[in-house]
């Protein structure tokens, strides 16, 4: 089943994260895409995550739909003039990738080209509705296309802020909403009674917001990101129970398993991540699925 018509069902669907090759070496990428082929409903392919240059989402998702998977194609802003993307989302569908993940794109000076020029021709509002013009038959400035290209978009937003940091993040998500978002991905997630609040809020929008639930592998990654990356809060419960493992691959593994167990409760399904290391997305599905 497509993914456009899971989001429409009563399922909780699980979406992994597959990174691609910095490089052109996919053996790593087709172990990962056979390892969870039957067992999720779709996969994110991330363009150019962390800004550090490697294969294209668009590529890489034609590779992982060869191997039988849903991919999710990614389209940010920083890379690609309003020509660009509008040619590349041509393509996209035309090579049969019809789910799309529309994003702003990490910082240049975070990744390992920091003397790349951002382009941000678009923003994200702007892209979404030059694909919304796509699906009613013309280009961004209104010249008829020959064919009508049908997607099912997708955008990012921030459950985690709080006061009015988050009241602004909810309008930033109702104005994407507007312009033909279907559904979101939160960034990491573990405090499920923040999120719970958060659902409420957005619950009029009526459309699936799908946190993401990252593999710890370590009790700094946990502290890390609980300090540093904003939006993002990691209970002290969990990162002392980091702590305290004696195998932290071990529990990192059965930390996800346990919090997207969790979550079913809550909300239409989840993110599954991590970064850089794939092949523990497989024992987190086994851990679910027992």
Do not use: W
């Not at 993307?85 to 993940?101: C, E, I, P, R, T």
């Amino acid at each position: 089943m497509h993914f456009e018509s899971l989001l429409d069902s009563n399922q909780f669907l699980i979406i992994a994260q597959l990174e691609p090759p910095k490089g052109i070496d996919t053996a790593q990428l087709v172990r990962s895409a056979d390892s969870l082929k039957g067992r999720v409903h779709a996969v994110l392919v991330p363009e150019l995550s962390g800004a550090i240059m490697r294969m294209g989402s668009l590529g890489a998702s034609v590779l992982l739909k060869q191997k039988g998977l849903e991919p999710i194609v990614n389209f940010h802003c920083r890379d690609r003039n309003r020509l660009a993307l509008q040619a590349d989302l041509l393509s996209a569908f035309s090579l049969g990738l019809k789910n799309l993940l529309i994003s702003k794109g990490d910082e240049i000076t975070s990744g390992d080209h920091i003397e790349a020029k951002p382009v941000h021709d678009l923003d994200e509002i702007a892209l979404l509705e030059a694909i919304k013009k796509f699906q009613k038959g013309t280009d961004l400035i209104g010249n008829e296309l020959s064919g009508i290209p049908i997607f099912c978009v997708g955008s990012e937003v921030n459950a985690g802020l709080q006061r009015g940091a988050l009241e602004l993040e909810i309008l930033g998500m109702e104005k994407k909403i507007k312009a033909g978002a279907n559904y979101f991905f939160t960034p990491p997630l573990y405090d499920l009674n923040l999120f719970e609040n958060f659902l409420k809020k957005v619950s009029p929008f009526k459309v699936p917001v799908f946190p993401q639930v990252i593999v710890l592998k370590s009790v700094g990654m946990a502290r890390f990101m609980s300090r540093h990356i904003e939006g993002v809060v990691i209970p002290e419960e969990i990162i002392d129970r980091m702590g305290k493992a004696p195998d932290k691959i071990k529990e990192g593994i059965a930390i996800a398993a346990e919090t997207i167990q969790k979550l079913k409760h809550l909300c239409r399904g989840v993110l599954l991540v991590a970064i850089g290391e794939e092949e523990k997305l497989a024992p987190v599905l086994d851990q679910v699925e027992s």
